[in-house]
Every structure is written in C-alpha cells, then in structure tokens.
C-alpha cells in the first residue's frame, strides 16, 4: 500500500502562487509515476500532471502548461506542484495520485491522497 499525504493549498489572490507537496510512503517503488489531479465543485476529478519516479519524465495538462510545474525530490518520497499565475478557475481540492505505467499513460490514479484545498480568489 502507498500513503499518500498533501499539503500546501490555500486562499489566495488571482495571480498569486502557491506550492503543494505530496509525501508517499509505503511501498511508493512499486508505482511508475506521480500526478496530480484536481476536482472543482460539481465537476469531475481532472488530471493536472504527472511525472515519472525514474527520468523526470513529466505531462500536463494544457489548462496547466506554462503556469505550473511539477517536481519530485526521490530522498524525500515527494512530489511538489508549483503553481504561478493562479486564476478563480484554479480553485478546486488538489490530490495527488500513485500511478502506475497504465495510469500514468491514460492519465489515471489507483492510491490518492486526502486532498488540500486551493482557493483563488478574483
């Protein structure tokens, strides 16, 4: 089993910046990647990022290329979700997701994290 917990999310400003962090513990060597989802009130859970334990290999999706970038730190078992440029659209709970190769191709989860809270205010 993976654990997943995150952290970070807030009230903020459009246009200010906020980084959120994933702690895995568990038996994280058996997942291929990590990603980042998010789910806005009366949506679906939409998938945000994702990058690969081994090479880095990272994706987003468009509402996230240009503005936020996602990082891993394998010592820690941690990933990060710098988000810049933050609009009201943004706002959503942020969870972030095990993956395996499957899940990280069709840019799915299996094991997730509680979720934080980002709120951007207008």
């Known amino acids: 089993q993976v654990q997943l917990v995150e952290s970070g999310g807030g009230l903020v400003q459009a246009g200010d910046s906020l980084r959120l962090s994933c702690a895995a513990s568990?038996?994280?060597?058996?997942?291929?990647?990590m990603g980042w989802f998010r789910q806005a009130p009366g949506k679906e859970r939409e998938f945000v990022a994702a990058i690969t334990w081994n090479g880095g290999y990272t994706k987003y999706a468009d509402s996230a290329k240009g503005r936020f970038t996602i990082s891993k730190d394998n010592a820690k078992n941690t990933i990060y979700l710098q988000m810049n440029s933050l609009k009201p659209e943004d706002t959503a709970v942020y969870s972030c997701?095990?993956?395996?190769?499957?899940?990280?191709?069709?840019?799915?989860?299996?094991?997730w994290g509680q979720g934080t809270q980002v709120t951007v205010s207008s």
């Open positions: 997701t095990a993956q395996t190769y499957t899940d990280y191709v069709r840019m799915t989860g299996t094991a």
């Open positions: 568990g038996r994280t060597f058996s997942r291929f990647a």
